[in-house]
Every structure is written in C-alpha cells, then in structure tokens.
C-alpha cells in the first residue's frame, strides 16, 4: 500500500494505491473519507481485486484533503473536475472511475465532461436525483443553517436522533458513530459548506448521460430514501451498456465483490470485442 499527498488545483488531496494492474479510482461517499469507509467496512469491496490498482483518495473538503474554497467548489461537477485532474497528475490511463453515493456522482460528471479519459463505471448506491433531489437538498440546506445557528455539535445530535427514528437497513450504530466522528472533525464552516454544495447538485443531465458508451455496473439497495432504488434503475435505463444489481440491503454489499470482479473481466481496455478477436493473432 501507498499513501502520498497529490496537489491538485483546488489544494492537497490524500491519495491511497493498493494492488497492481489497470487502475481503478474510487470515490467514497458525502461526508465520508477514505478512514471513514475503512471504518464503516465499505472499503471491503475493493480489496485485493485481481489485476487492479485501486487508487482511493479523500476528495476536496473531505478527510485529510484540503477544504474547499466556497460552496461551488464543494458541488459534484466541481467533485467530477477533481478527479479527471487526479487521473491526469497520476498518470493513469483511461481507469475505471468508481464510487458510492456522492462517488457516483463525481464519476458521471467526469464521465460526462471527458468520456475518452475513462474506460468504465461502477456505481454503487447512486443518491436522489432529478425527481427526489429536491428534498434531499431540502435536508442538506437546513442542516447548514443548523451548523451555522447552533454548531456542529447540534448537526450531529440531529443526525442521531434522525437515525433513530429512521433506521437505515444494514446500517448499525457502529457504523453510524463512525460516520458521526467524521463529521465531528470539520470545522462548522467547512461542515456547512459541504451541506450547501451538496443541496446545489444533482446528478449530469440524462440526454448527456445516454451519450455515454462506457459500460456501467449499477449496484443498487433496497429501503433507503437517501439512495432510492429509482435512480439507480433509471441510470441502468439511460446508460446504453449498464447492468443492474440489487441487493435487499448495505449488509449484502460485501457479497457484491464477485459480481464487481466479473464485471471487471469483460470490461476495460484489455477485454476485446467480438470484432476484435482474430483467430490467428495469439494477442487477440
């Protein structure tokens, strides 16, 4: 494993690599980190995937990463910027962007902004969008005038009382404290200005995501109105080479590795098209 800083145009960015082979970089989740995710277990789908790089890193105004300058830095077409910026200072050529939550949503607007930069998607519990974003931002916006009214600290009792009345399923309290704790490191203007720049996205417009050719693992949960199963079924609908997975709930992600790993097999720039196979060629 190596760890190393990167500067990037919009600060530090901590970035993680583990494994050889083509690369892949995953983006974690809003208000997460890459110690957040090892923490939580989500980490556990990239582990040790055979023929990978796996490049991980904390994005702009999350965990070790620098702070984002204003809220329009922190909204995920800017997200989208960074990481097409980390692939080009890293060198990595044509990777599989990756990501959960908010890491589907930098990817796609990566994918959308330079589709020849990558080679395939993997999006896992892809947040509201379009329809449903509305109410989620609604969420977002009073949970930055909380912190700017009455702290931090009165967020994060909120966000408690919140997953108390609403459990979500898969989700235990360990996990819960774990992502509280990240939270609890921000500075209430940083914490807010998070909240805002996420109440300001929303996923690429949908005529531009059908555009993209790259082929796509949609991996979907049942029960959770933060990542509803609708988005990730129209996402599936608008890719042309998407593939849907549903699992019942976030316990069932780890079994998703093998699915993730044969996706990997037939995709990226070593998998050939029935076009490409030459009988006579030993390389194809």
């Given at each position: 494993m190596e760890e190393r800083e990167i500067e990037l145009a919009s600060g530090m960015t901590l970035v993680r690599s583990e494994g050889r082979g083509r690369p892949l970089v995953w983006t974690h989740g809003f208000l997460n980190s890459i110690a957040a995710e090892d923490a939580i277990g989500l980490s556990a789908l990239l582990r040790a995937l055979p023929g990978v790089e796996v490049v991980r890193y904390d994005a702009r105004g999350h965990g070790r990463s620098a702070p984002a300058r204003d809220d329009a830095a922190q909204s995920w077409p800017s997200l989208g910027g960074d990481l097409l910026e980390l692939v080009t200072e890293l060198r990595l050529e044509r990777p599989i962007a990756a990501g959960a939550s908010m890491g589907t949503a930098t990817s796609l607007?990566?994918?959308?902004?330079?589709?020849?930069?990558?080679?395939?998607?993997?999006?896992?519990?892809?947040?509201?969008?379009?329809?449903?974003?509305?109410?989620?931002?609604?969420?977002?916006?009073?949970?930055?005038?909380?912190?700017?009214?009455?702290?931090?600290?009165?967020?994060?009792?909120?966000?408690?009382?919140?997953?108390?009345?609403?459990?979500?399923?898969?989700?235990?309290q360990e996990m819960q404290e774990a992502l509280i704790a990240e939270l609890a490191s921000k500075s209430g203007p940083d914490l807010a200005r998070l909240l805002r720049g996420a109440a300001a996205s929303d996923l690429p417009d949908p005529a531009?995501?059908?555009?993209?050719?790259?082929?796509?693992?949609?991996?979907?949960?049942?029960?959770?109105?933060?990542?509803?199963?609708?988005?990730?079924?129209?996402?599936?609908?608008?890719?042309?080479r998407a593939e849907l997975l549903v699992l019942d709930d976030l316990r069932q992600l780890a079994h998703a590795r093998g699915d993730i790993v044969r996706f990997l097999s037939r995709t990226g720039p070593r998998a050939a098209s029935a076009a490409e196979i030459d009988v006579y060629d030993p390389d194809r």
């Open positions: 607007h990566a994918a959308v902004r330079n589709p020849g930069a990558l080679c395939a998607l993997i999006l896992v519990v892809p947040p509201t969008a379009w329809d449903t974003r509305k109410a989620q931002a609604d969420l977002y916006r009073a949970g930055a005038a909380l912190v700017e009214a009455r702290g931090a600290a009165a967020y994060l009792d909120a966000m408690r009382a919140a997953f108390r009345a609403q459990p979500m399923p898969g989700f235990t531009r995501i059908r555009e993209l050719e790259l082929p796509a693992l949609v991996i979907a949960t049942r029960g959770d109105p933060g990542h509803p199963l609708s988005t990730a079924e129209k996402l599936t609908e608008l890719l042309p």
